[in-house]
């Protein structure tokens, strides 16, 4: 038994390696877009507000696998071709960069307003305002809900089979129909399940160092 465990550790690297690799990259560039997104839904000016809003509602109405395959598949046909794994990121950074901008949205209009006024009497521009007053305190209040996203992310990175690419799942669904058993399929179960365990665990403590200043 440890033999054959043992034996399959090569190929489930290789999968982790992938998966943390869409996952990483995700997270990086659909946060800062997220923002983006969130100020764009707030604008005044509402043609942006409103092709905006129209992006969320496409990306949060149909399914991210719908949209790895659309990106991969579907856009060569006007032109746009690109390799599957940049395919696969633009879908994740899309499809992620939507929820959270809907959720930092919510952050931003939770934040009182006599904070954008007091900021105003101070001096202080727009700029300085949102960086130094509004996006810390929006993190704060929308950290528990970033957290619910980046467990889902983990568990999305599943998606990436669709275009072929080898993640930790597809590894071991290749290795259990190969050796007729469930074995690969538990030990992907028991990776996912430490994944899922550790961000839980960072964002715990990332939760009870802000709750220090309240």
Same mark, same amino acid.
């Given at each position: 038994?440890?033999?054959?465990?043992?034996?399959?550790?090569?190929?489930?690297?290789?999968?982790?390696?992938?998966?943390?690799?869409?996952?990483?990259?995700?997270?990086?560039?659909?946060?800062?877009?997220?923002?983006?997104?969130?100020?764009?839904?707030?604008?005044?000016?509402?043609?942006?507000?409103?092709?905006?809003?129209?992006?969320?509602?496409?990306?949060?109405?149909?399914?991210?696998?719908?949209?790895?395959?659309?990106?991969?598949?579907?856009?060569?046909?006007?032109?746009? #071709?690109?390799?599957?794994?940049? %395919?696969?990121?633009?879908?994740?950074? =899309?499809?992620?960069? !939507?929820? /959270?901008?809907? &959720? @930092?949205?919510?952050?931003?209009?939770?934040?009182?307003?006599?904070?954008?006024?007091?900021?105003?009497?101070?001096?202080?521009?727009?700029?300085?305002?949102?960086?130094?007053?509004?996006?810390?305190?929006?993190?704060?209040?929308?950290?528990?809900?970033?957290?619910?996203?980046?467990?889902?992310?983990?568990?999305?990175?599943?998606?990436?089979?669709?275009?072929?690419?080898?993640?930790?799942?597809?590894?071991?669904?290749?290795?259990?129909?190969?050796? #007729?058993?469930?074995?690969?399929? %538990?030990?992907?179960?028991?990776?996912? =399940?430490?994944?899922? !365990?550790? /961000?839980?665990? &960072? @964002?715990?403590?990332?939760?009870?160092?802000?709750?220090?200043?309240?």
């Amino acid at each position: 038994m440890l033999g054959y465990v043992y034996s399959l550790m090569p190929v489930m690297i290789d999968g982790l390696t992938i998966t943390l690799g869409v996952f990483f990259i995700t997270l990086v560039l659909s946060i800062p877009l997220g923002i983006i997104v969130a100020i764009g839904r707030l604008s005044k000016i509402k043609p942006i507000s409103k092709v905006v809003e129209l992006y969320i509602w496409v990306m949060r109405g149909t399914p991210l696998m719908l949209q790895i395959v659309f990106v991969f598949f579907g856009l060569p046909i006007v032109g746009l #071709v690109f390799d599957r794994f940049t %395919a696969v990121i633009i879908a994740f950074v =899309l499809n992620y960069a !939507a929820y /959270f901008g809907e &959720i @930092f949205r919510g952050g931003m209009e939770s934040i009182d307003k006599g904070q954008h006024e007091a900021a105003k009497v101070l001096g202080l521009s727009p700029y300085r305002t949102f960086i130094r007053i509004i996006l810390p305190q929006m993190f704060k209040i929308v950290l528990p809900s970033i957290a619910n996203e980046v467990i889902t992310l983990v568990k999305d990175t599943s998606l990436i089979y669709v275009v072929g690419i080898g993640e930790l799942l597809r590894a071991g669904k290749i290795a259990s129909n190969r050796d #007729v058993s469930l074995i690969p399929l %538990a030990i992907v179960g028991l990776i996912y =399940l430490a994944l899922t !365990a550790i /961000f839980t665990g &960072i @964002f715990n403590k990332t939760e009870e160092r802000y709750s220090y200043y309240e």
